[in-house]
């Protein structure tokens, strides 16, 4: 068990969890409230609640959890470790699961909930597959890109959701659940069937 | 003298590891060009240039890479496929030149992670760790923290992860780099024990390891073998044979040309 | 320096980042649609978008690559000797921050050539406004000036992402805030402008200055407080300093408008207008590419309204004085630079519409289903005009069509006697039988 735990450690696990933690809160403290999509429209007026944007602080957060500074020592590891990055998968979307659920105990609405839930698995999946295609230091990437343009250019003159903005879906929603799902595959299987750039092998933390 | 003949793949049971006819391109750079040599036993040396070749040459020891042509056995088996890779890797142990860490782990934890990397049943792992810190004499520092260890006691440790396994070939990628003289000293000897119980191959361009350490020596050169036979042997090609970190350099120049990667019968251009 | 700075550009990730965020503003840009779009024509707010995205979208996320970019001597253990170099740490500071920067620039220049080519296939002049662009690259140094010091003096892994969700939290704190004075600090200009605005020059550029400042200024901090690093000569740093304070205090002393960052056009001598019958309208000479169509809209308005009286005729486009203009002007939007002839015609109607004199309230009337009764008196004007409008219920609907159905003669008559009583502040006349 002892190596396991070096596992996550060595992944900085307990510090994204930690760092969940305090978004966690935030997202309690926001849990009634929508925030406004700015006007860079001009004509529209939509409101996204907070805890369907908050997922992406968490998928941040947790990409960071990415990085393994040992990948020299673990390229060439006698033990399959495909199963243990797998298994370190499932256990970030699980915490960011269970930190997204947090805000139901403030009262959040079911709705709500659910599109926080798609939205966290989603971006996990493009934190995971940021971090393969430019370096798990850049695991935020592909999430910050996402977001920002979704929630400022993502709703249409008739104020409803673009059809690409799946995070600002409705929490129903079956394409936007299907991209988040899709996402969080092809996440995956990018981190366990690649490994880490090479620019990435002697790095520090 | 003109350019040694290499014959050098050592047949049947006396090689350790054995890599035959092997190629690796980078892309448009050939690093090793149908590269023959055998391991035996004991402390063998890598000797050659920076871009030589030698840490290609140990990455294919190590199974991190397969040739683009060739071969590559090791412990008796061709390193392919999964399984039996991952099998031999529980056998080898590796330096790398350089490598990451945890800067909060401790000396002990790092080792443990390394030992479970290399498949150490958890049973033996505790007792293997705490003989791999005792040979590089780190077990007073078990507890330290990997950032507060010096350059030397890094390597220590490096060394350390790299035994853990009691492996029957250990590869050592410039193992004493960094260090100061004293240190140099005590890694010799480190490394000495080591070949005692294990075939250790040593990449290296500083000749005074070689001299003081090493059974036999592999010359590589712009992806080629130039030389390989004992260190008494490479001395001999020039002056008088004796063995020592001067014999050793002239050896190797003289392979050289006389200038770094330089073709034998270059010297003076 | 050139070849240093180059080498940088090559091997920092902004390289990688910068032309990502050009596709994505390219795509944005490329795929809006003229017809619907509030900015394709109008040169200044086409400025505007380009600012806009440049800072909110791409400056957020440039600054976190800036911020990676400079935590790497921690990663890659080079800040000892980075540290300890006879090239001080504002210079070393201000290289990373150049090479973010330069990237950044190439996209955003990128999109400026894009946006300006959608905007001159519809406008009839060539007159791209600047200084919205210029406040906006101003901007962007800031920000990436910003992700470098906190990359250098916090080198974590979590600060890079920190940084770019830091700047996006803000342009939204700003946004919720607008009295608060953030957004002259942190520019980013969301405004309409259209035809009748331009840009406050003074403050604009006040505000570059600033941000152009403080960027020098807030890139000296790490080598400020990081004691193995060489500090910044004083008359280097101090000068910088003093012109960002400056800058800030004009900014705080420059007083709060309803448009914060605009001023008014001036009233232009001979706008566009087109005339039918007795019906003008006019534009800004920024909406002259429009004038064909306003001159088929004006002729619908003016066959709609026929000879009635008591209708506003002289029509001008928002906030353009008419001047001495004999009998009653109205004001309408234009609110899409490509706005079609339908929706001018329904906003010239609209405008053409009697308002009830200042401090009059009408009341709900019977008749109305409840409504003020000058509703009753738009819905049946449109209603002859053939041109849509709101429906308020059965009753509102019933009213309605007692009056179209009536007799022209009877309908004109209680028109008119409509059209004085919303003027007269009085109760519109019994519906005809």
């Known amino acids: ?205 | 003298m003109g350019q040694v003949d290499v014959g050098g793949v050592l047949a049947g049971g006396d090689a350790v590891a054995v890599v035959e006819g092997a190629t690796v391109r980078y892309r448009t750079v050939v690093a090793l060009d149908r590269v023959s040599l055998g391991f035996p036993a004991g402390v063998t040396a890598l000797l050659g240039p920076n871009g030589a070749g030698k840490s290609t040459l140990l990455s294919l020891l190590s199974t991190a890479r397969t040739p683009n042509e060739g071969s590559v056995t090791l412990l008796g088996q061709q390193a392919g496929g999964r399984a039996r890779v991952r099998r031999l890797r529980e056998r080898i142990g590796v330096l790398p030149q350089s490598f990451g860490y945890h800067p909060r782990f401790t000396v002990e934890e790092f080792v443990t992670y390394a030992a479970w990397l290399r498949n150490v049943p958890a049973g033996d792992r505790a007792r293997r760790v705490a003989d791999a810190l005792a040979l590089v004499d780190m077990t007073a520092y078990r507890d330290r923290r990997m950032r507060e260890l010096s350059g030397g006691m890094l390597r220590r440790v490096g060394i350390a992860q790299a035994v853990v396994n009691q492996p029957e070939l250990v590869l050592l990628d410039e193992p004493t780099v960094g260090l100061d003289p004293a240190q140099r000293v005590g890694f010799r000897e480190l490394i000495e024990r080591l070949g005692e119980r294990s075939a250790v191959v040593l990449s290296t361009h500083l000749a005074e390891d070689v001299a003081h350490v090493c059974d036999r020596v592999s010359v590589l050169l712009a992806g080629r073998v130039r030389f390989t036979g004992t260190v008494g042997e490479l001395c001999a090609l020039v002056g008088d044979g004796k063995v020592d970190g001067g014999g050793v350099e002239a050896g190797y120049l003289h392979l050289a040309g006389g200038t770094d990667g330089a073709e034998p019968g270059e010297a003076g251009r | 320096m050139i070849r240093v700075l180059w080498s940088e550009m090559r091997r920092g990730e902004a390289g990688r980042v910068a032309p990502l965020m050009a596709l994505i503003g390219a795509l944005y840009l490329l795929l809006e649609d003229r017809a619907e779009s509030d900015w394709i024509g109008w040169w200044a707010d086409t400025s505007i978008v380009v600012q806009l995205f440049g800072v909110i979208v791409m400056g957020s996320v440039l600054a976190a690559t800036a911020c990676w970019t400079a935590s790497r001597g921690q990663r890659d253990r080079t800040r000892p000797w980075t540290d300890t170099a006879a090239r001080g740490g504002w210079s070393q500071a201000l290289l990373l921050w150049a090479s973010v920067w330069l990237w950044t620039l190439l996209a955003y220049v990128l999109h400026v050539v894009i946006a300006f080519g959608r905007t001159a296939g519809v406008s009839d002049e060539f007159a791209p406004v600047w200084e919205p662009l210029l406040l906006g690259a101003a901007m962007l140094a800031l920000q990436i000036a910003v992700g470098v010091v906190v990359g250098t003096l916090l080198p974590s892994r979590l600060m890079a992402p920190a940084v770019g969700a830091f700047w996006y939290a803000l342009f939204v704190a700003a946004a919720f805030a607008p009295g608060s004075g953030i957004g002259r600090f942190a520019p980013a200009v969301d405004e309409h402008w259209a035809g009748s605005l331009v840009p406050d020059t003074a403050l604009m550029l006040t505000s570059a200055t600033w941000c152009l400042a403080a960027t020098g200024a807030v890139l000296a901090v790490p080598a400020l407080a990081r004691r193995p690093v060489v500090s910044p000569r004083r008359w280097g740093v101090i000068p910088v300093a003093v012109v960002a304070l400056g800058a800030a205090a004009a900014l705080v002393a420059l007083p709060e408008k309803a448009t914060p960052w605009a001023a008014a056009a001036l009233q232009p001598d001979d706008p566009p207008c087109a005339t039918t019958g007795r019906t003008t309208a006019c534009l800004w000479p920024a909406n002259r590419h429009l004038l064909p169509r306003l001159e088929r809209a004006v002729a619908d308005v003016d066959a709609a309204l026929g000879p009635l009286e008591g209708f506003n005729r002289r029509l001008n486009e928002q906030w353009l004085d008419p001047g001495r203009v004999a009998g009653e002007s109205g004001e309408f939007a234009v609110m899409t630079p490509d706005v079609g002839v339908r929706r001018l015609s329904r906003d010239l109607l609209a405008a053409a519409m009697p308002r009830p004199p200042e401090g009059c309230e009408r009341e709900g009337s019977k008749a109305a289903g409840g409504l003020p009764d000058d509703f009753l008196l738009v819905a049946v004007v449109h209603h002859r005009a053939e041109a849509p409008y709101d429906y308020y219920g059965e009753e509102f609907a019933a009213a309605v069509e007692k009056v179209v159905t009536a007799p022209r003669a009877e309908q004109d008559a209680w028109i008119g006697k409509a059209v004085e009583s919303v003027r007269g502040c009085r109760p519109l006349p019994g519906l005809p039988r």
Not at chain 1, 75 to 94: C, F, K, N, Q
Not at chain 1, 133 to 158: E, I, M, N, Q, Y
């Open chain 1, 1 to 205: 068990m002892r190596p396991v735990v070096l596992f996550a450690r060595g992944r900085e696990l307990p510090r994204a969890v930690l760092c969940g933690a305090v978004v966690a809160l935030v997202a309690v403290a926001l849990a009634g409230r929508a925030l406004e999509v700015p006007d860079i429209r001009y004509l529209t007026d939509y409101s996204v609640p907070i805890a369907a944007v908050v997922p992406v602080a968490h998928a941040v957060v947790l990409g960071t959890a990415l990085f393994s500074p040992m990948a020299v020592l673990e390229e060439g590891a006698a033990r399959l470790l495909r199963w243990y990055e797998s298994l370190h998968v499932l256990l970030l979307t699980a915490v960011g699961l269970v930190w997204t659920a947090v805000p139901l105990l403030a009262g959040l609405p079911g709705h709500v909930f659910a599109s926080s839930v798609r939205n966290v698995v989603g971006f996990l999946g493009l934190a995971m597959i940021s971090a393969r295609l430019f370096g798990s230091g850049l695991a935020w990437l592909l999430p910050l890109v996402t977001v920002g343009p979704t929630l400022l250019l993502g709703v249409g003159p008739d104020n409803t959701p673009e059809f690409w903005a799946w995070p600002i879906q409705p929490g129903g929603n079956l394409g936007a659940t299907l991209v988040a799902a899709g996402l969080w595959v092809f996440g995956l299987a990018l981190v366990v069937c690649v490994g880490p750039r090479r620019s990435e092998r002697d790095e520090a933390l």
